[in-house]
């Protein structure tokens, strides 16, 4: 069999699917004759942003219309709903769509003429949502106000994450790390809370399945990768035992459709599959070590969310003088999050003195998101901190990255004690803070923004 490469992350962006709707009320002069027009501009503004528009085929001016409407976006399978008032509406029209489409709804009421009462009936509706336990925005300004855009933009991606989250599935190879009592994981409440499915995989499979990798087609795999770093000085007997490793985790992904892999190194495997963890990452499979599931989970919500591998570490270590921290792993980090390749090195584990580590300073790339997710017996909680990422090198080995922090770095690690939050921290590129506390908001969970004094 030749060895080939899958494909790269951007290749699993999930974009927000939104069904857009037009609503209005005729007969009263209210100024539903301009109802069309502005429509017709708003499409146009979308056409501009970042999200898959669903159109609805007619406006709403009925409870008929109401229902066809949401009988379309049930078919479409939306991420969330933009309902675009520009006149006064009746709440009973958003109240017959959502009973055919239950989805997440954005009110954008336009504010341009006063005599359209377009604002008048958000806080109507909306305290009728409200009674009625739905997920919804308020929202009213004309197209031109740039916050208005990204407050719809911020739910358009939460929508999109509960897909993703909905829609995945997990494989938890070898359960949890026997030295880490807070790995525990609960996968029924990460299917009553998200809908996630976990299928359980014995290391006895794992191992069975790199027995059939055939000795010339690791070799050929383990010559590629070596090709994409700038420096090797781990052996090739390592190099090909952690090739086939990756092949191996490669073929239960595609024999248990996975889109993620939570793999336990510990005791056994150690570095011998961190680079399967840091390629199956670049293949756009999230991956996670030490069997902490829960990090997996994060890795793939932010891999989809932005189309880059997500980043995975310990909280290491501060530096309260630069009001940063620095936050690594020891060396299962993707390719793709370095710099350049010349900067990632390939080395026997400073752990354990053989196997293979993947080093390089994760590039520094502007605002840094990290969370980490904790919690079972049908509850969890999710801590959230976000900073400016910040240059570094591989004086600790693995693959490190500086985040400097607004809020004083002690204060943040007694917010972390106080909260419950775990070692592991997994992140992204950008501030997300708002989109994860919103997901926790209609997921019922409890979110712990740690980096700055809004802490909920």
């Known amino acids: 069999m030749v060895f080939k490469m899958t494909k790269s992350t951007t290749d699993y962006l999930v974009r927000p699917r939104i069904g857009v709707v037009g609503l209005a009320f005729p007969g009263y002069q209210l100024g539903e004759e301009l109802s069309s027009g502005k ?33 379309e976006f049930n078919r479409a399978e939306v991420d969330g709903i933009l309902a675009v008032i520009t006149t006064f509406v009746p709440d009973h029209f958003l109240v017959g769509l959502l009973d055919k489409c239950n989805a997440p709804v954005f009110l954008w009421c336009l504010e341009r003429e006063l005599k359209c009462l377009s604002t008048v009936c958000g806080p109507m509706i909306t305290a009728t949502l409200h009674e009625l336990g739905k997920h919804y925005f308020l929202a009213a300004s004309d197209l031109d106000e740039p916050e208005t855009s990204e407050d719809f933009l911020v739910f358009a991606r939460v929508g999109a994450m509960r897909r993703i989250l909905r829609d995945l599935r997990v494989g938890y190879a070898g359960g949890k790390n026997d030295i880490m009592f807070s790995m525990t994981a609960d996968d029924y409440t990460l299917k009553q809370a998200f809908g996630t499915t976990t299928i ?39 190099g090909v035992l952690s090739a086939k490793y990756y092949l191996a985790a490669r073929a239960l992904c595609e024999k248990h459709g996975l889109d993620a892999l939570s793999i336990n190194c510990f005791p056994h495997l150690k570095s011998k599959i961190c680079l399967a963890v840091a390629r199956l990452n670049d293949d756009g499979i999230a991956s996670a070590c030490e069997g902490d599931l829960y990090s997996t989970v994060l890795m793939h919500l932010f891999a989809r969310l932005t189309g880059q591998a997500a980043f995975n570490g310990d909280f290491l270590r501060m530096y309260p003088d630069a009001n940063e921290i620095l936050f690594s792993h020891c060396g299962a980090g993707a390719f793709s999050l370095a710099t350049k390749k010349d900067d ?7 752990e354990t003195c053989d ?7 994760t590039r520094a790339s502007g605002t840094m998101t990290l969370a980490n997710l904790m ?45 419950g939050a775990g070692h592991h921290w997994n992140g992204a590129f950008g501030d997300f803070s708002r989109e994860l506390k919103m997901l926790c908001e209609w997921k019922g969970i409890q979110f712990n923004m740690l980096s700055d004094d809004r802490q909920e």
């Open 355 to 361: 196997g293979l580590a993947v080093c390089y300073p």
């Open 39 to 71: 429509f017709r501009e708003m499409l146009n503004h979308l056409s501009s942003l970042p999200v898959e528009v669903i159109v609805g085929s007619k406006i709403v001016t009925d409870n008929s219309t109401s229902g066809e409407i949401g009988n």
């Open 344 to 350: 990632i090195k390939l080395q026997a584990s400073i």
């Open 375 to 419: 919690g079972a017996r049908n509850t969890f909680r999710l801590s959230s901190v976000s900073g400016q990422s910040v240059a570094t090198s591989t004086e600790y080995e693995g693959t490190p990255i500086r985040v400097r922090f607004s809020r004083p770095v002690k204060e943040i690690l007694r917010s972390i004690a106080a909260g």
């Open 200 to 238: 359980t995989i014995p290391m006895e499979e794992f191992y069975q399945e790199s027995e059939r990798v055939a000795d010339q087609q690791a070799l050929e795999c383990w010559q590629v990768l070596r090709g994409k770093v700038g420096c090797c000085t781990a052996t090739d007997r390592d």
